[in-house]
Structures are given as C-alpha cells and as structure tokens.
C-alpha cells in the first residue's frame, strides 16, 4: 500500500501549480492589452478552448480577486507574527499566501497537516500580493 503524501511533500508542486496560473493570466491580459480587436477575438477563442476563462475579467486583478476567496489580516497570536493572507482555498486541502513584514510564504495545509515555501520576489505570486498589499494603503505588513 502507498502511503499518503504529506504536505511537505506536495507544497512545492501546488505552488509551481498556482505560480503557473497566475503566468497564464497575466500573459493573457498583457497580450489582450496590446491586441488589436480581431486579435482580441482570436485571444478569447484560443482562452475558451483551453478551459480558461481569463477573458471573463477585466485584469488581473480582477481575475485573482475574484477567483480567490479571501483577503485579510491575521493578528499576531503572542508566539506567530500577524501577516496578512490571499487565501485560494480552505477545508481540507487548502491553500494561501502569507505575506509577512520580511517575506511572503505560500502554504499548502489538509487536515492537521501544513507546509510552506518562500515565495521568490521575482514571481507572478509575489507580484500579485504585492497588488493585493497595495490595496491596504501601504498599511505596515
């Protein structure tokens, strides 16, 4: 019998799986952009045919905050700095970004069960905390 992979062991996978999303969506929008109207057409058809729906949402922005499930502050609990988190999903398994004051994290948890990487400051993830962080008015991280 195959023992059941732990999340230390998948962490780096979902989170090249979500990097991945997020290159395909800003490639979209910044292609779209640029496009002329009957290459924009041609961009929707080529999006539709992959399964994607980019093209539903204004921007990035608008793609990832509505397609993610949250965005909040988490408190500092006495013994965990406080962080703010873009939550993409929750139960069992989920995932989020914590972005913290020094580094952003992406954590992949099910169950009891949770690990992270460090996001690079050069990725699609970093950048669109980074968006998303921008939105609280430059608040302290």
């Known amino acids: 019998m195959e ?18 999303d997020f290159k395909a969506a800003s490639e979209f929008f910044e292609e779209y952009e ?9 961009l929707i058809a080529v999006d539709k045919h992959k399964g994607n729906y980019y093209h539903e949402y204004e921007d990035l922005f608008d793609y990832v905050n509505q397609t993610a499930l949250s965005w909040d502050h988490v408190e500092a609990d006495g013994k965990n700095a406080g962080y703010y988190r873009l939550q993409f ?18 954590w992949y948890m099910d169950w009891f069960d949770g690990a992270c990487v460090e996001v690079p400051e050069d990725s699609y993830t970093a950048m669109i905390c980074n968006m998303f962080y921008d939105c609280t008015g430059g608040m302290e991280k």
């Open 3 to 20: 023992q059941e992979k732990k999340c230390a062991d998948l962490v780096q996978e979902k989170f090249n799986e979500t990097e991945a």
């Open 34 to 42: 640029d496009a002329t109207e009957g290459e924009q057409i041609a």
């Open 89 to 106: 999903s929750w139960g069992g398994p989920s995932d989020e970004c914590r972005i913290y004051s020094n580094l952003t994290e992406y």
